[in-house]
């Protein structure tokens, strides 16, 4: 079991799914810099139901030296351009990312990158939860975007479809 640095999105979707412990399970701590915390934050006080942190205690603070002043300029957020760097900064452990930009900038850096239906698929192949499918339905409820492609291909690593 690794350490995982995390964006807000896969926690949020997670969380509203009801699988945010599977995270410990996959590894042995997740590290979040203040910026994600500060997005978490930022949703509780608009109203939205949010994970408390500091609840999950697999779940640790971890922030990067300093972030490049260059990468101000992408078109990512705060929890990203943190997550990014701490990544960068410890390039052995996994970067949990749903945004499509950070992606393409972490895995052209040769970081390993999941995003939540890699933890679904992780998952399930270690015994966490026995089907993918009813999860992907619940993160689309969540208001996660997954094309009717993306789901065949996934419940089709999953072992799920003909």
Partial sequence: MGIA?????????LYRI???????????EVWV???????????????YDVPVIEQCPWIKRVNPRHVP????????GPGE???LTLAFEHREQVVLLDDLLA????QAAGLQV?????VLLESKKRGIIPKVAPHVDKLVQAGMWVSEDLRHRIL????ETA
């Fill in 5 to 13: 640095i995390s964006n807000t999105s896969p926690l949020l979707y």
């Fill in 18 to 28: 009801g699988g945010l412990a599977w995270l410990a399970r996959l590894f042995a």
């Fill in 33 to 47: 810099p203040d910026a994600v915390i500060v997005e978490i934050e930022a949703g509780r006080q608009r109203g």
């Fill in 69 to 76: 002043e260059e990468w101000l300029a992408l078109d990512l």
């Fill in 81 to 83: 351009l943190a997550v």
């Fill in 103 to 106: 992606r393409r900038i972490a």
């Fill in 114 to 118: 999941w995003g939540t239906l890699r």
């Fill in 156 to 159: 089709r690593l999953a072992g």
